[in-house]
T-cell receptor
Framework: GAVVSQHPSWVICKSGTSVKIECRSL??????MFWYRQFPKQSLMLMAT?????????EQGVEKDKFLINHASLTLSTLTVTSAHPEDSSFYIC??????????FGQGTRLTVV | QKEVEQDPGPLSVPEGAIVSLNCTYS??????FMWYRQYSRKGPELLMY????GNKEDGRFTAQVDKSSKYISLFIRDSQPSDSATYLC?????????????FGTGTRLTIIP
């Protein structure tokens, strides 16, 4: 299957700082990538759809100014959590689809804000 | 009503047993179906992908789709402790390019040695 790489795997940051998470498609081009958030023992919650060369589409209730998404190339999308607070601590996962079919996921990033 | 319903479990079965995991859905526009396995603190891993009614087999895993009943299943034969994970069903509509997938809530499975 296709490979999606996410970095970093885990990060700890101080409250009020910003954190950037990268998502790369290693062996295919992805015009669209998806960012999810997952709380412990819960399912994936779609945050936004990242579109190469255009603005991301955010799901209802997700603050676009807090979760900045940049999809600068066909293989890279970034999610920046700005002015992070402890309630932003979560597991963030990206995914991409080589075609209009199955999606492949990154390894996830565990963010802890202290 | 959620578009995709999945029993969250937890489900515990003895090693070697056959496991049956299920999802139901309400949106008849869904045309392709996936099962993912997610270990704790890891991203979901694609197990099975199918787009037609019927069965698809891959090793110990069999995916079954019944579009008339809007019901999909994943069977795991000869279950192993390493199969202990959360299993997520996902569905998509091919009529819209790069449309987001819809996920079930996931079923937590534990295989008891």
């Amino acid at each position: 299957g296709a490979v999606v790489s996410q970095h970093p795997s885990w990060v700890i940051c101080k409250s009020g700082t910003s954190v950037k998470i990268e998502c790369r498609s290693l062996d295919f081009q992805a015009t669209t990538m998806f960012w999810y958030r997952q709380f412990p023992k819960q399912s994936l919650m779609l945050m936004a759809t990242s579109n190469e060369g255009s603005k991301a589409t955010y799901e209802q209730g997700v603050e676009k100014d807090k979760f900045l998404i940049n999809h600068a190339s066909l293989t890279l999308s970034t999610l920046t959590v700005t002015s992070a607070h402890p309630e932003d601590s979560s597991f963030y996962i990206c995914s991409a689809r080589p075609a209009d079919t199955e999606a492949f996921f990154g390894q996830g990033t565990r963010l802890t804000v202290v | 009503q959620k578009e995709v319903e999945q029993d969250p479990g937890p489900l515990s079965v003895p090693e070697g047993a056959i496991v049956s995991l299920n999802c139901t859905y309400s949106n008849s526009a869904f045309q392709y179906f996936m099962w993912y396995r997610q270990y704790s603190r890891k991203g979901p891993e694609l197990l099975m992908y199918t787009y037609s009614s019927g069965n698809k087999e891959d090793g110990r895993f069999t995916a079954q789709v019944d579009k008339s009943s809007k019901y999909i299943s994943l069977f795991i034969r000869d279950s192993q402790p390493s199969d202990s994970a959360t299993y997520l069903c996902a569905m998509g509509n091919p009529n819209f390019g790069n449309e987001k997938l819809t996920f079930g809530t996931g079923t937590r499975l534990t295989i008891i040695p």
